[in-house]
């Protein structure tokens, strides 16, 4: 079962604009949300969070919103760079349970 | 320091084998959890193991098996391997206890040994 939906399996931006990652959830008892970015041949490494009583939270140039009412939850990367380059996966957690949506590969052209 | 090592990196099986996957946790982390990723998908949650013993299972036969040693590192064991089993297998660490959601730590992945069975 699919708990956790990122339906944009790529996005291309240039260098410079914002980049908006989506995710969607069906699980309303997740505590909190992640963001882990991943570049080839590498683990996933952890990104921001947010917890399910808040609905923003920022760091530096990511930021995270969540709308519980409709189980969506968003990444925008603000100014995005080269470096941002990567496949972005949305996770959700409860209890000892995470789940993960199945990416978004990001592409920041120069 | 060094952060979660996996080993091997890449490894061909034929259907019927067995595997085993290794995993060593990041210094300071007690905990050991195996993830499957298949091609196009996001890592699914196999099991997790503290102080030696599986906490929590996620849907994933019997097939899988897996063991924590007192050093905290961690095996993977898949039997009569299907096909459909390849993928890679990442294993993360952590600490038991800890806020998982703040920075540090939450989970460390490895960079995942990637199994194909043909």
């Known amino acids: 079962d699919q708990q956790v939906k990122q339906n944009s399996p790529?996005?291309?931006v240039q260098e410079g604009r914002i980049s908006i990652l989506n995710c969607d959830y069906t699980n309303s008892m997740f505590d909190y949300f992640l963001w882990y970015k991943k570049y080839p041949a590498e683990g996933p490494t952890f990104l921001i969070s947010i917890s399910s009583i808040k609905d923003k939270n920022e760091d530096?140039?990511?930021?995270?919103?969540?709308?519980?009412s409709a189980k969506h939850l968003s990444l925008h990367i603000v100014p995005s760079q080269p470096g941002d380059s990567a496949v972005y996966f949305c996770a959700a957690f409860s209890g000892?349970?995470?789940r993960f949506g199945a990416g978004t590969r990001?592409?920041?052209?120069p | 320091d060094a952060g979660v090592t996996q080993s091997p990196t890449h490894l061909i099986k034929t259907r019927g084998q067995q595997v085993t996957l290794?995993?060593?946790p990041k210094s300071g982390h007690d905990t050991v959890s195996w993830y499957q990723q298949a091609l196009g998908q996001g890592p699914q949650f196999i099991f997790q193991y503290y102080e030696e013993?599986?906490?929590?299972?996620?849907n994933f036969p019997d097939r899988f098996s897996?063991?924590?040693f007192p050093n905290y590192s961690s095996e993977l064991n898949v039997n009569a391997l299907l096909l459909g089993d390849s993928a890679l297998y990442l294993c993360a660490s952590s600490l038991v206890g800890t806020d998982h959601f703040s920075g540090a730590n939450v989970l460390t992945f490895g960079a995942g040994s990637r199994l194909t069975v043909l």
């Not at chain 1, 530096?60 to 519980?68: D, S």
């Not at chain 2, 013993?53 to 996620?58: A, P, T």
């Open chain 1, 106 to 109: 990001l592409t920041v052209k």
């Open chain 1, 10 to 12: 790529s996005l291309s």
């Open chain 2, 66 to 68: 897996g063991h924590q």
């Open chain 2, 22 to 24: 290794r995993c060593s």
């Open chain 1, 96 to 98: 000892n349970d995470m």
């Open chain 2, 53 to 58: 013993e599986e906490r929590q299972r996620g």
């Open chain 1, 60 to 68: 530096g140039r990511f930021t995270v919103f969540l709308n519980k």
